[in-house]
Nanobody, 124 residues
Framework: QVQLVESGGGRVQAGGSLRLSCAAS????????MAWFRQAPGKERDVVAY???????YYADFVKGRLAISRDNAKNTVYLQMNSLKTEDTAVYYC??????????????????WGQGTQVTVSS
């Protein structure tokens, strides 16, 4: 049984930092593309960043230069370091995994496994 468990969310002031973690069990993250999505109230769930099975990374335009995705294969854990946070980054952040070898890895429909989400609130 696959489980993705996010942690590290919370409340922070604008300009601050948080590091989210996604601990995986039931799959080996180095064989999957691991992604972070986020969903704000009333909005779609959008990709924030992903790291592919080959180690390549992708970032959405709205987070480039502020966020960094990484993985620790020994711990089977994926991280999202978030710096220079803005109020518009407030959302529930979800970890997701897909074994699909596709060029459209920002498409949430490709992801088979999801965590329960962790709330990030950025105040002004």
């Amino acid at each position: 049984q696959v489980q993705l468990v996010e942690s590290g969310g919370g409340r922070v002031q604008a300009g601050g930092s948080l590091r989210l973690s996604c601990a995986a069990s039931g799959l080996t993250i180095s064989r999957y593309t691991m992604a972070w999505f986020r969903q704000a109230p009333g909005k779609e769930r959008d990709v924030v960043a992903y790291i592919s099975w080959s180690g390549g990374t992708y970032y959405a335009d709205f987070v480039k230069g502020r966020l960094a995705i990484s993985r620790d294969n020994a711990k089977n854990t994926v991280y999202l370091q978030m710096n220079s946070l803005k109020t518009e980054d407030t959302a529930v952040y979800y970890c997701a995994a897909t074994g699909t070898r596709s060029a459209r890895l920002s498409n949430r429909d490709l992801y088979n496994y999801w965590g329960q989400g962790t709330q990030v609130t950025v105040s002004s």
